[in-house]
């Protein structure tokens, strides 16, 4: 049955993936433990505006390279064309590089805007762009997973993901210890990290694509590159009015409401990851194998794999929710949170969020292979929907407001993702 099993080579990714997940769920709660219990709770809530901030400016400018260098290197050598595979990954360092320093002027800029309307605290302008460097880093790893996606050498991406998170916990560890529990030195243990860490994904990256496209010249391309462009810049635009829906619950519970309010809100969230990170594996295994259905127009193999990983995902999500509603109390407790009544009901909610976003685990590669217009259009709907409803709903009830209304919008945007996708398989079928 074993040998069976380990045959597999999609199983054997699989595994290793859940594997590699399961010590970033572990290192996650350590983590969350450490900073809640020697940082404190408002600290917690004003890391998690910086980033959420952060996220946002990040939505704005980057280009995700690795989405987009796993779609044109996985095809180009679906199709033999090694020269234009090679020019691909050219272009995805240099989006990195470019897009990153764009980060970087953009959080310069607006630091002291942001930190005194979010933060309240216009000195914290520093941490903030502090925290910069940590997406900096996250950029410049763009091509770097790409290009292993593309290879399916998703050992690799998970080994990484993993040490990347224990990294994490083991300088937060060392800072509590030798350099005090403030804001800065919390910011500063994951500039730290990140930057160890894309060092080393980087070199193994160049020692590996040098190694395979030794021989072979990058010829330019203007067909190719246009169409790297039109890709990127359709994928920009869906992340940059994303940027406007991508964590801004935590923008709005600071505005409206208070640091602490962003603390337990992000403090309960994080509980309750592992539901998000169990299905980070799918879509980073199926996104190759989606391409070449859809380049072999096998549209029926698209939707029997989306069925078939998310009937697993449901199983896993009851089972870990019995879990975590039954000992919830003796969890805060054990990261020195007092517990309320009304922990509960927000257990609940940010429960049923997680686990419909985890259900459209296949949204994004779904667009990405078959039409990026369709993220695009709905991030635009999901912005103006929390810049105005959530936005509304903060100020008259607070963190309830913000939840209710974050589960509405996962409802709806559910319903139009999977009429999307039945759409497009009926009409390829």
């Known amino acids: 049955m074993f040998d069976k099993l380990f045959q597999n080579k999609f199983k054997k990714d ?54 987009a260098v796993t779609r044109f290197l996985k095809r180009e050598e679906l199709n033999a064309n090694f020269s234009n595979a090679k020019l691909t990954i050219c272009i995805g360092v240099i989006v990195d590089f470019v897009t990153a320093l764009l980060l970087l002027l953009l959080s310069y800029f607006v630091s002291t805007l942001f930190s005194e309307l979010f933060l309240k605290d216009e000195t914290l302008s520093f941490e903030l762009f502090l925290y910069a460097f940590v997406v900096f880093f996250g950029f410049m790893k763009g091509t770097a997973v790409g290009f292993f996606q593309a290879k399916e050498q998703f050992s690799v991406i998970n080994f990484f993901s993993a040490f990347s998170a224990l990294l994490n916990v083991f300088l937060i560890g060392v800072a509590i210890v030798y350099f005090g529990n403030t804001l800065k030195i919390l910011i500063i243990s994951f500039v730290f990290s990140s930057g160890v860490s894309w060092g080393i994904v980087f070199l193994f990256f160049i020692f590996s694509a040098k190694k395979e496209y030794k021989h072979i010249h990058a010829s330019f391309n203007k067909a190719l590159i246009k169409e790297y ?83 697993y995902i449901a199983i896993l999500i009851i089972t870990f929710a019995g879990v975590i509603i039954v000992n919830i109390e003796l969890i805060l407790e054990f990261m020195n949170v007092s517990y309320k009544t009304n922990y509960a009901v927000y257990l609940h909610i940010i429960f049923l969020i997680s686990s419909i976003t985890a259900f459209l685990w296949w949204v994004r590669i779904f667009s990405n292979t078959v039409n990026p217009t369709y993220s695009l259009y709905l991030n635009l709907m999901a912005t103006v929907y929390q810049v105005i409803i959530t936005s509304f709903f903060a100020y008259l009830y607070g963190l309830y407001g913000v939840l209710f209304s974050l589960l509405t919008l996962q409802l709806i945007l559910a319903c139009f993702w999977l009429y999307l996708g039945k759409s497009y398989v009926n009409k390829n079928v």
């Open 14 to 67: 699989l595994l290793f993936s859940y594997a590699s997940q399961g010590i970033v769920i572990l290192a996650g709660f350590a983590q969350l433990f450490l900073i809640n219990r020697y940082f404190g709770l408002e600290i917690f809530g004003q890391f998690s505006i910086i980033v959420a901030t952060i996220g946002i400016f990040a939505s704005v400018v980057t280009a995700r390279s690795s989405e």
């Open 229 to 311: 462009w039109n890709f990127n810049l359709k994928t920009f635009l869906s992340s940059s009015l994303k940027a406007g829906n991508q964590n801004i619950e935590n923008l709005i519970l600071g505005f409206f409401v208070n640091a602490e309010s962003v603390g337990i809100y992000q403090t309960i969230k994080k509980i309750i990851s592992p539901i998000s990170i169990m299905v980070q594996p799918l879509s980073m295994l199926f996104y190759p194998k989606m391409i070449m259905y859809f380049e072999f127009k096998n549209a029926l193999e698209i939707k029997n794999i989306i069925i078939k990983a998310t009937q």
